[in-house]
């Protein structure tokens, strides 16, 4: 199978429901952020020590929870429509809440704001967070965009998982750095 199509040549590409849209589209960008989330993901695991397979793993678990994500934006139809897609659940953001306890009890409590960087499986978590930030505004402009009374269950697991994993980033950031020995990088504003 050749991975090039053609198909969208002329600046269409096809939902997972069957539609033809822009690429463009709200949609499109949405699942896209969360594909770009998914990537940085991949470099922030290979950024992590050998000697934390921990970290690693939750970080393919929320690599795979993602397709999840990207699959859900990638359908236009509601739960109900076609095929059954592997929904997020309450338990997915439990998750996470269970693994940020975990690491703020590990962690010193912030005084104030701190910069992006330090080690740089530090700064790689960073830019996860930056990135999932941006995928959450995305969703939440999708969800903004539909007709009134029609925003799902889904959509808002969407957002309320994609607004705990940027959490779970910047406490991972921080956990990345005292894995290190090395200092949060406090603002000096």
Known sequence: MKIYTGTGDRGKTSLFSGERVSKADRRVEAYGAVDELNSVLGALAAALEPDQPGLVSEVRRIQADLFRVGARLAFAGDETDGPALPELQEEHAAWLERAMDRMEE????????????????????????????????????????????TASEAFRMLIVYLNR??????????????????????WGG
């Not at 830019?127 to 995305?138: K, Q, S």
């Not at 994993?165 to 406090?186: E, M, T, V």
């Open 106 to 149: 590990e962690l010193p409590p912030l005084k104030g704001f701190i910069l992006p960087g330090g080690h740089a499986s530090a700064a790689w978590a960073h830019i996860a967070r930056t990135v999932c930030r941006r995928a959450e505004r995305h969703v939440v402009s999708l969800r903004d965009g539909q007709a009134p009374g």
């Open 165 to 186: 994993l940027s959490d779970y980033l910047f406490l991972l950031a921080r956990k990345c750095n005292r894995l290190h020995g090395q200092d949060d990088i406090p």
